[in-house]
Structure formats: C-alpha cells, structure tokens
C-alpha cells in the first residue's frame, strides 16, 4: 500500500467529499493483455476454477497427441478412439495460480464437448462427452499441491449427454439439461431424482432445427425465487425442476438463434438486494448461417444483445447494439458487476472452420448506465480465439482466456487459425488502478443471512476522517466452454458504510450474506469488496 506520499491528494478528495459517491466513474483504459504461458500443452476448451487457486483445463481424448506427456510415462489405449488408439499424453491438465505451472491429468474416457459444475462441497462434477465418455460423469477434488486427479465413474448418466448444460440448484444437486438428440434432463447425485432418472423437457425439441440443431448447449439461469430460465435457439421457459412443470413461456427474442452451433452467450445479470434478475443474451447468427457457412458463404454475426426481466408479468426483451458484432463470444461477470464479452468471430458459426473475422477486442457492458452508453471497446488481443476458446475469471480479478481449435486435431500449421495452446490473462481497466482495495480478513463459512464483518484496506484515503461507500459481492466461478459459463452468478449483498477501524487505511465493512439458496446455491465464491470502481483480490467464502 502506498503510505504518506499518497497523504495530500486524498486529504482533498475528503474535503470535497468524493469518497462518498457510491462508485465513483470506473477507471478509464483500455485494458492490457499479458501472456501467462506460451503453451500448456493441450487445448483451453473447458476451463474451471477450483477454490484451492488451481484451474482444471481439458480438450479431449480423440484429438490426437497434445504436447504434454500423461505422467510416469503412462499411455492410454482406447479401441474407439479415432485419432490415435495409444496416446501417452495428456488431455487435461491442472493450472497452479498465482504461478501459472501446469500439471499434466489423466483422463480415461472422452470429454469432448461436454459440461460441468463445482459442487457445494468444492469438487468439480463433470458430465458426459463423446463416444466412450457420453454417459460418464468425473469428479475432480482441489487439494493444496495440487495433488489430485480425475476419478471417473463409467454409465452414470441414463443417457448420452454431449453438448449438455448443467447448472447448480438451491438443493445442491446439480441438474444436467440437453445435449446432442437429448430433449430431457436428469440429475446428480442420480439417487435423489427419485424413482425416475430422466425427465423428459419437450421444449428442447420445439427449439431443435432438424439440420442445423441450434439448441445446444442451452443457457441456464438459476432464477432468485429458485426458478430456472432455460433458454435454447431464440426461446426461453421459465422451469419449475422440482415439480418439473414449464410455468412461463416468454417471447422469441428477435434476430436469429442464439444457441449452438448459432453460439451467442449469456449472462444472469448481478442479483441485487430487492431488484427483479434480469438476463442477458448477446451475439448469435442470423437464421441460415450454419448452411451458408458449410456452402463457404460466412454470414456476419448477430450484433444486438437482448435483456429480459423474466419474472415481470409481462416480459418482453429490449434490444442493443453492440459496438461490434460476434458470435462464440464468452460472456463474464466482473467483480464490479459490469459484463465482459471477449473471444470469437464476427461472420460464420460454431463448428469445424465455420467462422471467418475473429474479434479481438473485447468489449465491457456496463449494466446500470443508461441505454445507449453501456459499451467500451477494449484494447485488441493478438491472438485469434475461435471455435472452442474460453475464459473464466480468476481470483485476481482477471481474465483467464485459452483454447481456440476449429480442427479436428491439433493443427499448427497451414490451417487458416491454428490450434492455440497458449494462455492469456486479459487485465480489465480496473487492474490498472493505482491502488486496490486488499481485503485483510474475511469469514471463511457463512451461513445465508448472517451478518459478518469484513476488514480491507483502501489506501488513497485518510482513515478516521472518512466513511467509504464500497460495494461487496459474491461471484460464483463458472465451467466455462463453447460461450456458455455455467454456474456464473454475482451476487451484491447488502453493505454498511465501512467505517475506519485501524492504521490510516484500514476499515470495517458489516455485510449481509446471500439470503437463501435460491439466491445462492450453497458452495464457493470469491468475495470482493470494490471501492470507487476497483475490486480487490477475490477471498474464497463457503456459503451453506
Ligand atoms: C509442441 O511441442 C514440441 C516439442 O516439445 C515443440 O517443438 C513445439 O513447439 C510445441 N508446439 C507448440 C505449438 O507449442
Ligand atoms: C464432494 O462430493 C462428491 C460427490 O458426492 C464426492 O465424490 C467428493 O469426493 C466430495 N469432495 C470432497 C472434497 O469431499
Ligand atoms: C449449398 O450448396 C448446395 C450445392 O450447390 C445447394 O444444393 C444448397 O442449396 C446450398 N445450400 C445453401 C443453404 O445455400
């Protein structure tokens, strides 16, 4: 923390009394973009980060060798597998944070294109995949080190899911919705779905185009009054998953479809104490852009994004434009509530050399502005992420990006966009601040509703002279790939001012836990506290 010289400045911030603006103008810049690893040797097309600071990253067993080695000279012989029948490397690995190491995991079955979720005791479950992996479920246990590997359990789910989504309920199980010719859902832990295991949802076949499907990878969003919005192609339901009855349809949002292989992304806008949830859906194709693509013609991507308050009694979307138009974007949650939208293309779609024109820059959505002024264009990455690119936010508030690989293999050259086995941390303009705010002590547990104090410090600010009007929320992290981040939610809680409570910089902020499960389903979050714009370091917290 910068000490005295920073005295004089702030003491006049004080005087005219700007500490107490509720979030003062965000912090200007563009945005930076840093190289954390050139390679770490497979693939970024799934990507989670686990409450030990470690990242699990996988692709899949039939690419063909990676360029990491299965450890202990161990090989893997699989009959179906297409690519390669013996393949002594790796196609997961375990990315150590701060550092950005990487440890090479042992996958036994087929991951491709498949989903997944931290559950609430802080495994990640993960669901299905292709060929030998479609019915499989792996569960992956952070442990300090970074010691563990996958454990896989073989004919798990009752059927194949393969571009499945999943998303945490308030109950702690986890429901997997969708896939490849999948028109139902089941759950996991399978034994507490009942006597039926899988529940058919015929909504998914009115949204199934018979050519191009259009429908994967559906957008779940786990709703505040424990509700799930479902949305696939250009439709959504609102589902009760405990009685299994579809309780509201709400309109088409205009334009084209917005699922995969027509990949837009989306968002369940930061939950706010007392305000209606509102979601967001940006990007996508317009209708026919998979079959022009297939005939060499790259349509341009979907421009606008649509934002809905699912719960009004009448709800309709409210259409924007994007500075830039794409499709396989990957839509964030920042700390400070804003929504990022970073990787993918602007013309063609999903799919093996489907798209032309990636977009580099990504752009910042500014929820609470006026229409009209809720957009920045960030500072252009170098590297091309396309089909199967990802991005997750890490517990430093940036931006883990990786993968991109519209081949069927990894392929580094003569092909128009090569497979990236690099890693970036895109820097949004807040970690350009001069100062953060460094929370000090956090609860580790907290139990819905309690009220718990958090420490930090603000430097730039004179301590007793002053309270700070800061912000504190809870991000879930997301199971990030193919656009969609699963699981993604922010919660805003109810804060105090922080009052000074020690040295020249340190302060007490009282806050109030999420209230319930429907909120926040129980597990791990980072808290931040975010004061004039800045977040500090994420803390892991347990809710339950
Ligand atoms: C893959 O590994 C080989 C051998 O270590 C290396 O020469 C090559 O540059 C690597 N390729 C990439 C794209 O990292
Ligand atoms: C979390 O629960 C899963 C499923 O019951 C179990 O397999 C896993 O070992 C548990 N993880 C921890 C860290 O206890
Ligand atoms: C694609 O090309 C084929 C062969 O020329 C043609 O029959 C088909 O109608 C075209 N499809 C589209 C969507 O343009």
Same mark, same amino acid.
């Given at each position: 923390i910068a000490a005295s010289s920073s005295f004089v400045l702030p003491l006049l911030l004080v005087l005219v009394g @700007?500490?107490? @603006?509720?979030? #003062? !103008?965000p912090v200007k810049g563009r945005g930076e973009w840093r190289l954390l690893r050139a390679s770490i040797g497979i693939s970024a097309m799934h990507m989670q980060l686990l409450p030990d600071d470690t990242v699990v990253i996988f692709d899949r067993t039939d690419f063909g060798r990676s360029n990491i080695s299965l450890p202990g000279g161990r090989c893997r012989f699989d009959s179906y597998d297409l690519a390669l029948t /013996?393949?002594? /490397? #790796?196609?997961s690995v375990l990315l150590l944070l701060p550092s950005a190491a990487v440890r090479p995991l042992s996958l036994l079955t087929d991951t491709w294109c498949s989903s997944g979720a931290l559950l609430p005791n802080g495994s990640l479950l993960q669901t299905g995949g292709f060929n030998d992996g479609d019915r499989v479920i792996r569960l992956f246990s952070p442990s300090r080190g970074g010691r563990s590997d996958w454990v896989e359990r073989p004919f798990y789910l009752s059927v194949r899911r393969w571009y499945a989504s999943n998303q945490l309920l308030p109950d702690g199980r986890v429901i997997i919705l969708g896939g490849r010719r999948q028109f139902s859902y089941e759950f996991f832990p399978r034994e507490l779905a009942g006597s039926r295991t899988v529940f058919q949802f015929p909504f998914l076949l009115d949204t %199934? $185009?018979?050519? /191009?499907? $259009? $429908? =994967?990878?559906p957008f779940l969003h786990l709703l505040p009054d424990g509700t799930l919005f479902v949305f696939a192609n250009d439709r959504a339901v609102v589902l009760d998953a405990i009685r299994h009855r579809v309780l509201r349809r709400l309109p088409p949002v205009p334009g084209g479809p917005r699922s995969y292989p027509s990949s837009g992304s989306s968002v369940l806008l930061p939950l706010r104490p007392g305000a209606a949830p509102e979601v967001l859906v940006c990007g996508g194709t317009p209708w026919g852009s998979y079959q022009a693509a297939l005939n060499g013609t790259f349509l341009p991507a979907l421009r606008t994004c649509a934002r809905i308050k699912p719960a009004d009694s009448d709800p309709a979307w409210s259409l924007e434009d994007m500075p830039l138009p794409r499709v396989m974007g990957d839509m964030l949650l920042l700390p400070t509530c804003d929504v990022l939208i970073v990787n993918g293309a602007a013309a063609g779609t999903a799919? %093996?050399? =489907? !798209?032309?024109?990636?977009?580099t820059r990504p752009v910042l959505y500014h929820p609470d502005r006026p229409a009209g002024r809720r957009f920045a264009v960030l500072k252009r990455s170098r590297i091309p992420r396309m089909y199967h690119s990802t991005a997750i936010l890490d517990t430093y508030g940036r931006v883990l990006v990786g993968g991109s690989n519209p081949q069927a293999h990894y392929a580094f #050259? $003569? @092909?128009?966009y090569p497979t990236e086995l690099s890693l970036e941390a895109f820097h949004p303009p807040y970690l350009a601040a001069r100062t953060r705010p460094r929370m000090a002590a956090a609860p580790r547990e907290v139990g819905y509703g309690e009220r718990v104090a958090l420490r930090f410090e603000a430097a730039g600010h004179y301590g007793a002279w002053e309270e700070l009007v800061v912000e504190v929320v809870v991000v879930a992290p997301a199971f990030a790939t193919h656009a969609v981040g699963m699981n993604q939610r922010a919660v805003m809680l109810e804060a105090s001012r922080a009052v000074w409570a020690w040295g020249n910089f340190g302060y007490v902020a009282e806050v109030v836990a999420p209230p319930s499960p429907k909120v926040a389903p129980p597990g791990y979050y980072l808290w931040f506290v975010v004061h004039a714009g800045v977040p500090s370091n994420g803390v892991w917290v347990r809710i339950r």
């Open positions: @700007v500490s107490t @603006v509720r979030t #003062a !103008a /013996t393949d002594c /490397t #790796a196609h %199934w $185009n018979r050519e /191009t499907e $259009n $429908n =994967l990878y799919g %093996w050399e =489907l !798209a032309r024109n990636p977009v #050259a $003569n @092909v128009m």
